[in-house]
């Protein structure tokens, strides 16, 4: 079974409506992030989460929401979509662990692909 | 402010070519730094990082890269290139925040 999952994996929807996309982890890991990825921009920051009860804003969180349900559970939401946020998001854990082996190594799921009409 | 340049935005090899992807970056302090690829339909998998010691560091499938300090430089290599190594090559680097910074990527296709 996959570590990260991401849920729906594919999403149409239209301008306006409000959507969630739902990241889970079995991987024990304390520290969540949601990205999405544009052609040409490569992989941008959106939020992220170090454990239950922290939330920070990435670098293009306008328009996004998240939630840290429990400790394995993370979840983005768009208020009202709008077209230029289609895109493909993921989510990507990492282990707070000192052990330099692991340091800030993220492991990301499959990605789910949002279209926005 | 953090940054990663990837100057290479698409590569075409034959198969057994040899392969150099760069990547410089821009981080005023201790880096780490990674080297992702996605596969055409796939997620972000980590080929290789470097945190400290040689700075040679080695990864899955013979890639390799090489830490330039002076240079910022973090480049990728692999001697010769397979059909099966047609993907998008993400440079990443963190600091002691924990968050990673990407590249833009490389889009590598090899030809038989």
């Known amino acids: 079974d996959a570590d990260v999952t991401q849920t729906p994996r594919n999403r149409i929807t239209k301008t306006g409506k409000r959507i969630m996309l739902e990241c889970s982890q079995t991987?024990?890991?304390?520290?969540m992030y949601w990205y999405r990825q544009d052609p040409g921009l490569g992989l941008r920051l959106i939020y992220y989460?170090?454990?239950?009860?922290?939330?920070n804003k990435g670098e293009i969180s306008d328009g996004y929401s998240v939630s840290r349900q429990a400790q394995a559970k993370f979840s983005l939401s768009l208020e009202s979509a709008i077209p230029n946020q289609t895109a493909l998001y993921f989510c990507?854990?990492?282990?707070?662990?000192?052990?330099?082996?692991?340091?800030?190594?993220?492991?990301f799921g499959p990605g789910t692909r949002l279209t926005v009409l | 402010a953090q940054s990663v340049s990837q100057h290479n935005h698409h590569v075409i090899l034959s198969e057994a070519a040899s392969l150099e992807l760069g990547c410089n970056y821009s981080?005023?302090?201790?880096?780490?730094l990674f080297w992702y690829v996605q596969y055409p339909g796939q997620h972000l998998q980590l080929l290789l990082k470097?945190?400290?010691?040689?700075?040679l560091v080695k990864g899955i499938k013979g890639f390799e890269a090489e830490f330039i300090k002076s240079k910022f430089s973090f480049n990728l290599r692999k001697p010769s290139v397979q059909w099966s190594d047609t993907a998008e090559y993400f440079c990443?680097?963190?600091?002691?925040?924990?968050?990673?910074?990407f590249g833009t990527g490389t889009r590598l296709q090899v030809f038989p």
């Open positions: 990443a680097v963190s600091g002691n925040t924990d968050k990673l910074i």
């Open positions: 991987k024990g890991h304390d520290r």
């Open positions: 981080y005023g302090g201790t880096v780490n």
């Open positions: 470097y945190f400290s010691g040689d700075p």
């Open positions: 990507a854990t990492s282990d707070r662990s000192t052990d330099q082996k692991s340091y800030n190594e993220q492991f």
């Open positions: 989460s170090f454990d239950v009860k922290d939330i």
